[in-house]
């Protein structure tokens, strides 16, 4: 993929602003949602200068009644716009982050073998898992800071210069002492993340399956098959993902509302007080007040570039492969591939991996007749992998061309080729499935009595009938829970059961 530029090119920031922008409804309703908390700080403030001076000095006891009860419903409102915000810009961002993980896993599937053999796997899977995570900190968390931040700075300064605009003017170099934050509640958020890790886990070892066996999945044309079971595994976690974010959003408003309650109370008993001979200036503590409140919003704006820098850099990475341009081909209005036999013919070809490194294949020619069983012999690393991954396009040739029935490979559409090969490869690819659907990812709809048939043709039936749920028996990741001759027969039953007119054996 080359060099990763720091910045987001303003293309890439242009798909970014039209991927939120799809949900605007919801955003503007966040929007509203954040103006209610900002509104809510501000009438707080404002709440100081009748407490103290109806309550505190005139000492009405009316106006005792109605301000803890204004109060109460400032602090509600307060919270019913903090979890709006929270879980409707946490909703987008999850939405963005399953578009990206949906979009980087079918771009990776639908790229040559050759990019996922130069990428590294962890690195593949940081994108899909690590990358969009921050991601969504840059276009949700710090979107919510930024605006509801804000609109809180804009309703304290207007607090600020109603109640005293010549105080105000020096009120910006008084360091106000600051909150200490509400964290136990937030404690209890921790243990709703367990089964988002665990699906995590999870989509984790599908990843490297799927990658690692990228060879298979190409060759029986099942793309299409694992985007649809990689799409499920997001949809969990993207139900997992909003539990927690409900339960986030949640902690946050209903300790402020409990802190509201207690705070109305503090009013309601400290004006009672009050009113038995205790009178403050209500102007200089609502202004105190906006000041003090003024404080946080500010020092959150200041801390939010790091968060979008990392945003940035991560979305980088996640669009370089999204724009990574595949090798591999097809012609504008490919041929479809049909028959039962075929001959095959390689003219003249060569072969290398890369441009700058010494030719795995120089000058190739051969030819197998339909019918023919050709077996090529030679010391390992001479080219035989190299020249039968030439046939399903796994790769492309670098000189000549290798001929189907007379025509160039390349004329027919890529399924079409890949529909009329089978393939055991050298090393045994198998999935955390069970030994039924391990043969039959040869062929999705085979029957039972299909499986049943190719097992015996692979001379695995046997030993497939040992286990203790049969052909039910889950094998593990990679097919860790068989012997490697035990892999090898149910990779090469999956083959058979392809019944494909070219059937390739390496080794």
């Not at 390992?380 to 490979?409: E, F, M, Q």
């Not at 990741?477 to 039953?493: D, P, T, V």
Request: hydrophobic share 45%.
């Amino acid at each position: 993929m080359g060099k990763i530029n720091p910045k987001l090119s303003k293309s890439r920031q242009k798909k970014i602003i039209s991927l939120v922008l799809k949900y605007w409804k919801k955003l503007l309703l966040a929007a509203l949602c954040m103006i209610m908390v900002a509104g809510a700080n501000g009438a707080m403030a404002l709440l100081v200068k009748p407490v103290m001076d109806d309550i505190f000095i005139k000492q009405n006891k009316d106006m005792l009644l109605l301000i803890p009860g204004i109060a109460i419903l400032v602090f509600f409102l307060k919270g019913v716009g903090s979890y709006g915000s929270e879980y409707l810009m946490n909703y987008i961002g999850e939405k963005i982050i399953r578009f990206f993980r949906d979009s980087l896993y079918e771009k990776i599937m639908d790229l040559p073998i050759s990019f996922i053999h130069k990428e590294k796997t962890g690195a593949l899977m940081s994108r899909i898992t690590n990358d969009v995570n921050i991601v969504k900190g840059m276009v949700s968390t710090a979107a919510i800071n930024l605006f509801r931040d804000f609109f809180s700075v804009i309703a304290f300064l207007f607090v600020i210069f109603y109640r005293d605009w010549q105080l105000a003017l020096g009120a910006f170099v008084v360091l106000p002492l600051a909150f200490y934050p509400i964290v136990l509640f937030g404690r209890r958020v921790r243990k709703f993340s367990t089964g988002t890790q665990e699906t995590m886990a999870d989509l984790n070892s599908f990843l490297h399956e799927t990658f690692t066996g990228s060879k298979i999945i190409k060759i029986f044309n099942l793309q299409a098959f694992e985007k649809n079971r990689f799409k499920k595994k997001t949809q969990t976690l993207f139900r997992l993902e909003m539990k927690k974010v409900i339960a986030k959003a949640l902690s946050s408003p209903i300790m402020e509302f409990l802190g509201g309650l207690g705070i109305a109370f503090i009013i309601w008993f400290g004006g009672l007080r009050v009113i038995h001979g205790t009178s403050t200036p209500g102007t200089f503590f609502s202004f105190l007040t906006a000041v003090m409140m003024l404080y946080d919003p500010v020092k959150k704006l200041s801390k939010l570039n790091n968060t979008i820098q990392e945003g940035v850099a991560s979305a980088t990475r996640i669009f370089d492969v999204l724009e990574e341009t595949s090798v591999i081909t097809e012609v504008q209005n490919p041929e479809i591939l049909e028959g039962k036999s075929f001959d095959i013919e390689f003219d003249h070809v060569g072969f290398s991996y890369n441009d700058n490194e010494t030719p795995a294949l120089t000058d190739i020619n051969l030819k197998v007749a339909p019918g023919e069983v050709l077996a090529l012999v030679g010391m390992s690393g001479g080219g035989k992998t190299s020249l039968v991954n030439l046939v399903p396009r796994l790769y492309d040739v670098t000189k000549g061309r290798v001929l189907i029935a007379g025509k160039n490979l390349k004329d027919f559409s890529i399924k079409s080729l890949r529909d009329h090969i089978s393939i055991v490869t050298q090393e045994p690819i198998l999935f955390n499935e069970s030994v039924k659907e391990n043969i039959r990812y040869g062929k999705m709809d085979a029957s039972d009595l299909e499986i049943e048939n190719a097992a015996k043709a692979a001379y695995a039936y046997e030993f497939i009938q040992g286990f203790p749920k049969g052909f039910d028996t889950i094998i593990g990741e990679l097919g860790s829970r068989l012997s490697g001759g035990e892999k090898q027969r149910l990779c090469i039953a999956r083959a058979l059961i392809k019944d494909a007119p070219i059937l390739i054996l390496d080794e």
